[in-house]
Structures are given as C-alpha cells and as structure tokens.
C-alpha cells in the first residue's frame, strides 16, 4: 500500500504527529504495537488540561480525534522493517511504501530487577518526581540509588517533596499489600517502612526494526533531529522518547507535533 506518511507507534508522540498531518490533508497511517511505556501508571502527572486522566485514556481520545480525519488510518499491528527508502514492513507481512516516516517507538523504561517490583511499577515503584511526585508528597518516601551521579541530582529533587526520605543502596525485596508498597527489604531481612520507592529506570529506545538505518545518536543514544523532527536520514523524522530527555508525555506532544510540522514543511516543498 502507498501513503504519504506512515508513522511507527502511536503514543502521544506519533498519535500528535498524524493529527497534525491528518488536519494538512495527508494520507497517514499509524502502526501502533498497543504498549506505552505509561500504560502501568494510574494516571498521567504534570500534563496541562489532563488530571487523573489515565495513560490509555489519552490515547484513546487521541484516536477518536484522528477517526475523524479520513486520510488517517490506525492500524493495530507491529513494525519489524524500516528501510532507508520508507518502505514499512509488519509483521503479518503487510508492506507500506511512504514518502516520509516518522518514528515515535518510545522506550522500555528499565526500572532495577528488584523482587516485588515489577507488581508496583508506575503506582508506588516510580521514577520520576515531575511525574508523581505531588502525588506523595509528604508521604514516607524512599530512594534506591543508582551511583553517586544519580544520588547527586535526584536528591534534591525528592527533598523538595516530602521530609520524610531514606536513601537506600541495596535492597533485597519489597512488601506490599493490595497493589501498594509497605516496606522495603533491606539485604539483612529487616524492612523499613515506606510509602513509595524512586528508582532510576533509564529508558531503552524501543529500536529493533529501524537500528538498521544507522541514524545519528547523542551521547545519551537519543536519535539527533533538527527542529523539525528530522533525523539524519532523508525523509525519516522521529518523535517522543527517542529525541528527547527528560521524557514526558507533554514533551512527546510537543515532538510529535514538530515532526508532523516538519513532514508537512517538507512534502509540500516537493509539490
Ligand atoms: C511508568 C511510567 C510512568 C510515566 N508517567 C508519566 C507521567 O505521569 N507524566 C508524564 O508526563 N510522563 C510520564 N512518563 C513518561 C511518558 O510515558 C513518556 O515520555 C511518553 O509516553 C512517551 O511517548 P512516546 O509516544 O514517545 O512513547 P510511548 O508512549 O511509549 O508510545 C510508543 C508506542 O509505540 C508502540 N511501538 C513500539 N514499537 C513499535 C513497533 N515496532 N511497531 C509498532 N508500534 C510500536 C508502542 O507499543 C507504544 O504504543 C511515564 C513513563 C513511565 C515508564
């Protein structure tokens, strides 16, 4: 099939990105594997206009947003190919040959491999202060360093929300009790107290089926775009988690729109 854009994952990044081509009247489609990264968390922090508004509920505004443009398409499906002339492979086999692709894949957030902790991931296992932090603020608050860097920066942050905060440097398990963190579990076997623990969980961009294309990195590994959104491949833009630190849904809008700017600036100059 041939269509002006397709974009790869439909987050808030590459679900911002087709509604701003969309709106230009380009024909789109969105190939989205269902799975972002916020999905465990109950809710969206720190986002203008969306309190409490949970993760999966933004996204499905955002695509009855795009139902209503008829050159977007969504499509629930995996990309497993992108090759540098824009042709898009799934996984059941269906090919796509665009003009420009925007790559909006987001990240696996790895959060430490800490018995108990898969369960609570998002809720009372979190990562970032702007994203949760007014929510348990003043609570018993605990911090499970990753190095001396990360204690450094991450500190002051999480004092300025409770003063109620323990440092921890290795911890053996965690307790819980109906979905929410009681204690920590320190290596001795003894447990302290604790309302919520912040891990660093750097994100891993989720790259397999573009890695071939070989596009430029910065030193954190984020892909390198321009101001509008394009990487250093022609005609290949990216969006979201993959270009940008620290990451945000307000940030992925914000790169999604830019890159849908971009392909719009780019696919008109050609006409
Ligand atoms: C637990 C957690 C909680 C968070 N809480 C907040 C918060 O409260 N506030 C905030 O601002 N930010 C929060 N963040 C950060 C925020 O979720 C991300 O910055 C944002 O989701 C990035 O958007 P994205 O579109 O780039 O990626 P994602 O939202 O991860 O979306 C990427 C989409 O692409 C799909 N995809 C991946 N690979 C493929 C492929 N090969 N083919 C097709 N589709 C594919 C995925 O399935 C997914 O649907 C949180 C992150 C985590 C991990």
Request: negative net charge.
């Amino acid at each position: 099939m041939d269509t002006d854009v397709v974009v790869v994952g439909g987050g808030s990044a590459g679900l911002q990105a087709a509604l701003t081509l969309g709106r230009m009247r380009f024909d789109v489609a969105v190939v989205d594997a269902g799975s972002p990264s916020n999905a465990p968390a109950h809710a969206i922090g720190g986002l203008l206009g969306a309190h409490d508004l949970a993760p999966l509920d933004l996204l499905v505004r955002g695509r009855e947003q795009l139902a209503e443009l008829p050159s977007v398409c969504v499509i629930d499906g995996e990309v497993t190919h992108v090759d540098s002339d824009r042709t898009v492979t799934l996984a059941d086999g269906t090919v796509l040959a665009a003009r420009a692709v925007v790559l909006a894949t987001g990240g696996d957030y790895a959060f430490p491999d800490i018995p108990g902790a898969a369960e609570l991931w998002g809720n009372s296992v979190i990562h970032c202060p702007f994203c949760h932090g007014w929510e348990v603020r003043e609570r018993r608050i605990g911090v499970l360093t990753a190095s001396e860097e990360h204690a450094a920066q991450f500190l002051p942050l999480v004092q300025a929300l409770s003063r109620d905060v323990e440092v921890f440097e290795a911890v053996a398990g965690l307790r819980s009790e109906t979905g929410a963190l009681r204690a920590v579990v320190l290596p001795d076997g003894s447990e302290v107290e604790r309302d919520v623990l912040f891990v660093a969980a750097p994100p891993v961009p989720r790259d397999a089926a573009f890695v071939g294309l070989a596009l430029e990195r910065d030193d954190q590994g984020l892909l390198k775009i321009d101001k509008f959104g394009r990487t250093s491949v022609e005609g290949v833009y990216a969006a979201g988690d993959l270009v940008t630190s620290p990451q945000a849904v307000s940030q992925a809008i914000a790169t999604g729109q830019r890159a849908g700017v971009g392909v719009t600036r780019d696919l008109t100059a050609d006409r």
